[in-house]
Structures are given as structure tokens and as C-alpha cells.
């Protein structure tokens, strides 16, 4: 059953989002040569304790981190390590969720260190786009697949994959609430939004083919053919018009397409 939120709930995932929102604009420079994958979720969960937030990955299902950090063909689910150093051209996605007053907000970004190949350049690009395009759809009478039929045609229209074993997901007082949203689909189907949904978006793409693997670690997620990958994240409510997107502090960071 999917949760529509009141006033007050809706208040407390904006603020959740705008801290959050926070921490990823402090993140920018820790991404850099030599620097641990340990180190920044560290730096994580410094933030979210300094801003009043409760990391909603740590403990999940037995996860211990409160951050999700992935390196080049790792899609999703990476796990922190000190061992683990970011290397010139690296391809990172950084996933963070977090609860403010028990009301949860989830954003994730990729991000190039130092120099950036035409390659993950092109797939952040693209990933961002269909980001935009899904969000572009989350609006009252339109169907929830309208979203996965928008983010799938901008990323097969690039020439990438879209990755069908993991989806977005409603959003609250849980991490993980009713509706899935697949990056995939024909557009008409399911359910009809309504105003107070509160959808996590996140487009989950390859250069190469849609097929994952999970690792013998049972979290990290990795393309079956080693392409490069990209994940890209925002929290958004349904309301009578556009959409409102929790975790971007700057309106002009929308293109509605």
C-alpha cells in the first residue's frame, strides 16, 4: 500500500533532504586521489551526526555503514574499506539515506576524480538526464510508469544499459516503501500519482549491458561485464504541480523536460 504524506511528514523529509543535500555539497572535495572509501564514510557519518540526522543504511539488514560507496563497474551497495584508495579517473557513486524525526530522505551522486574519461563523463551526463526526465513525470494523474518509461528512453537513446534487478522505491518513515519504480516500462501502467507520494528515484545504468552480479560480500553490486556504471538519486513528493525535490537545495539544478 502506498503512504500518502501529510503536511507534517512532508516537513520532515525536507528537512532530512536539505541536510542531506548539505552533506553531498561538503563531499565534492574529499573526492580526490589516495582518499580512502573508510575516510569518507567516516566524513558521513561526522556529518549526519553534526546535523541531527540518523543514517538509515546502518543496520539495514545488517549493513555497518552509513554510507554506500561504489568504484568504477560497481553499481550499488559498495562497501566502505580503508584499503580501498581513489585512484585519477575513478567513477564513484556515493548512496546516503538518512532520517530526520523519523522521516527518511535518500540521494546519491557519481562523481569523477580528477580528470574525467569521455566515457564517464557521457554516462554521468546521461544517468542526470533521465534522473531529470523521471522526475520530470512524477505529477498527479500520471502513471508510475511514466517515470521508468522516461528514464529508460533517455539512457537507451545514449546507447547505455538500464539495469533491470534494482529500482527506486517509495519513501517515509521506512527507507524502503511501496511503490518499486523500475528504470524500465511502458509508459500508461500502474498506479496513478497522487499528491503527498513521496517517491525515491534513481536511475541505475552501464555502458555495456544491463546484467548485474552481487560479490561474495553479499552487498556490492557490479556489472557482469566489467562496463563502467552509474547511479543517481534524488527523493521527491508528488504535489497538484511540479514536482518537489527534497534533496537539491537549488531549484535551477532542475531541467524540466
Known amino acids: 500500500m502506498i503512504e500518502i504524506k501529510n503536511k507534517s511528514s512532508i516537513a520532515k523529509m525536507e528537512e532530512a533532504g536539505r541536510l542531506l543535500s548539505e552533506i553531498f555539497e561538503e563531499l565534492s572535495p574529499l573526492i580526490c586521489s589516495g582518499v580512502s572509501t573508510a575516510s569518507i564514510n567516516a566524513f558521513v557519518a561526522d556529518q549526519l551526526k553534526k546535523k541531527g540526522l540518523v543514517s538509515s543504511s546502518k543496520g539495514y539488514a545488517g549493513y555497518k555503514y552509513e554510507s554506500c560507496i561504489s568504484i568504477n563497474d560497481e553499481l550499488i551497495h559498495g562497501i566502505p574499506c580503508e584499503a580501498r584508495k581513489l585512484k585519477n579517473a575513478d567513477l564513484v557513486k556515493i548512496d546516503i539515506c538518512a532520517s530526520w524525526k523519523s522521516y527518511c530522505a535518500d540521494m546519491a551522486r557519481s562523481f569523477c576524480v580528477g ?3 569521455v566515457e564517464a563523463n557521457k554516462l554521468i551526463s546521461v544517468a542526470q538526464e533521465a534522473l531529470d526526465c523521471g522526475i520530470a513525470k512524477a505529477r ?3 502513471y508510475l510508469s511514466d517515470i521508468s518509461f522516461a528514464i529508460q528512453k533517455v539512457v537507451e537513446t545514449n546507447g547505455c544499459g538500464v539495469i533491470r534487478d534494482f529500482a527506486g522505491h517509495g519513501i517515509g518513515r521506512r527507507l524502503h516503501e ?4 523500475p528504470n524500465y516500462g511502458k509508459p500508461g501502467r500502474g498506479v496513478i500519482l497522487r499528491p503527498g507520494m513521496a517517491l525515491a528515484i534513481e536511475p541505475m545504468i552501464s555502458a555495456g549491458d544491463y546484467k548485474v552480479v552481487i560479490m561474495d560480500d553479499g552487498w556490492t553490486v557490479k556489472t557482469a561485464d566489467k562496463s563502467l556504471a552509474a547511479h543517481v538519486e534524488d527523493t521527491v513528493i508528488v504535489t497538484q504541480d511540479e514536482p ?3 534533496t537539491r537545495r ?3 539544478e532542475m531541467r524540466y523536460l
Open 115 to 117: 580528470q574525467c574519461t
Open 140 to 142: 498527479e494523474g500520471n
Open 250 to 252: 537549488k531549484s535551477g
Open 178 to 181: 511501496d511503490p518499486e519504480i
Open 244 to 246: 518537489k525535490i527534497l
